[in-house]
């Protein structure tokens, strides 16, 4: 798998992480931060 096939692959999963997140913090305005904090993650590392 390429890079960009990672990054389309992990674009697509986005629904069911936000949906995660929101179970952990209850909050949507924190699921969204954490959400693009995690993103940012995975795409740097």
Do not use: I, P, R
Request: proline share 0%; charged share 20%.
């Amino acid at each position: 798998m390429n890079g960009l096939q990672f990054q389309k692959k992990l674009l697509s999963m986005q629904e069911n992480m936000m949906n995660f997140a929101l179970m952990l913090t209850a909050n949507k305005d924190d699921a969204q931060d954490l959400l693009q904090d995690t993103t940012l993650k995975v795409l740097n590392n």
